[in-house]
């Protein structure tokens, strides 16, 4: 008989990084609960993994998830997946949907009606990857807490 082996003395270990993710179909909601989700996600970050968020950051989390999905309901033919990472440098938001289009980015124009999803995500974001899966695409937004904080 194989015994587990024996736990260390001391605090216990921790890996620092919070995970939440969930799904949606082609609904109109759909954005709106994943602000909601993003929303809990940034007040666990700050209760579970002692991070300092601003209020700006918070509200920029919440708007590059609205992005996303209001994008990917927009033009992905089925279901998507968002994921939430969070650790104490920041917030990784990776999106998988099932259309393998590829996100355009329009030249800034104030007087353009729509198309400003990409634009705001790419100003927001301390970086943004798009890549063709098997079953779609994925896009991965990275938002950076400041230095310092």
Not at 1 to 20: N, R
Not at 100 to 108: K, S, Y
């Amino acid at each position: 008989m194989v015994q587990d082996p024996a736990k260390p003395a001391g605090a216990p270990v921790s890996v620092g990084v919070l995970y939440q993710a969930a799904h949606y179909g082609v609904e109109h909601r759909a954005a709106g609960e994943a602000r909601q989700m993003a929303d809990v996600f940034v007040k666990e970050l700050v209760d579970l993994l002692v991070v300092p968020v601003s209020e700006p950051f918070a509200y920029d989390v919440a708007l590059v998830v609205t992005e996303l999905l209001t994008n990917a309901n927009r033009y992905a033919p089925g279901p998507c997946l968002l994921e939430l990472e969070g650790r104490r440098s920041g917030v990784r938001l990776p999106l998988w949907d099932s259309s393998t289009a590829l996100p355009r980015l329009f030249p800034r124009d104030p007087t353009r009606i729509g198309g400003h999803g990409m634009e705001i995500i790419n100003r927001i974001c301390a970086e943004v990857r798009v890549e063709r899966v098997p079953v779609g695409k994925r896009i991965r937004a990275t938002l950076c807490l400041p230095a310092g904080l």
